[in-house]
């Protein structure tokens, strides 16, 4: 018998890959800044560094596979053939909620991929939610143990959860809980957004609270409020999630805002990132790292290969990227200036200044 649980994965994980769940009009923001092209970059392409450190852990390529699927047969595949391609390039990976294989442990192999996956950074995820849900700090502790993950995300999905018929919206309080968990876990929080990105309120709030890391997970890339809208089972719910289609801080604003506040903490950039120049871009924002979901979930529903290709030629168009403003290594990168771009028919753009 299928969970509800089970269920409600399945069909994310259908309708995420059949289904139109992009934003209409809001952009990921990233088109709005360019970089200076460097004619004499002064280095050898082979010697550009694409390497870092996260939560403790050495990373090839700034990058994490983001946390998408798990609790269905057919997500168990996906996330085998995603840890083994992170495992192959040396980069992240992050899990889908591990709150369906706590609650029915027949599901935890769906999740299990520290056998192909030895020496990724591996994080557990539980929506934060949970913990004014009967979920304690226990079972944060359970959600990590159980697939052998370097570190816990707690995903935050306030609008989500108002959308779904079956959603958890009690999110009063749980600051202090979140706080708690950060206290008493033996490895590292990370709080995300899924999708509408977090504001530099928010982050202080998080920072002070204890967290190791922070994930924008920003407005551009797949619009969560069209997943459940396609979910919707009446005319209601449809009306009410589809007038959501374009709501959030895009990825590139949630990225600016947060590093400004919380400049000690090690950010990741996700939502919408789709190619190497825009993690470079979000580097130079900010960022310590990049999360991309949607295009290695389309490939590893083809096979390994298709997943270590895809990371590939990110990782390639980051270092070009690099190669072309001169940055030898991360650390350069963060320091290049961006040039803000005019939205088109902007006063300033007509005026020439």
Known sequence: MHSQNEERKSEHLRISLEKDVSFRSLTTGFERYRFQHCALPELDLAAVDVSTHLLGRRLNAPLLISSMTGGTAEARDLNRRLAQAAQ????GM??????AALEDSSLLPTYQVRDVAPDVLLLSNLGA?????????????RAVEVVEAD????????????????GETDFSDLLRKIEAVCRALEVPVVVKEVGWGLSADVARRLADAGVA?????????????????HRARSDLEREVAAAFRDWGIPTAEALRQVHQAVPHLPVIASGGIRDGIQMAKAIALGATACGIARPFLLAAARSVEAVVEAIEVV???????MFAVGAQNLAVLARVPLVEVPPPGHASAKEGG
Request: glycine content about 12%.
């Open 129 to 141: 939610v949970q913990l004014n849900y009967g979920y304690t700090v226990d079972h944060c502790r």
């Open 213 to 229: 890391a922070l994930d924008v997970a920003g407005a551009g890339g797949t619009s969560w409020s069209q997943v459940e809208m």
């Open 315 to 321: 990782v390639t168009q980051l270092r070009v990227a």
């Open 88 to 91: 192959e390039m040396g980069v």
């Open 151 to 166: 570190g816990l995300i707690l995903h935050l999905n306030p609008l989500q959860e108002a959308l779904q018929p079956e």
């Open 94 to 99: 992050g899990l889908g909620s591990l709150r």
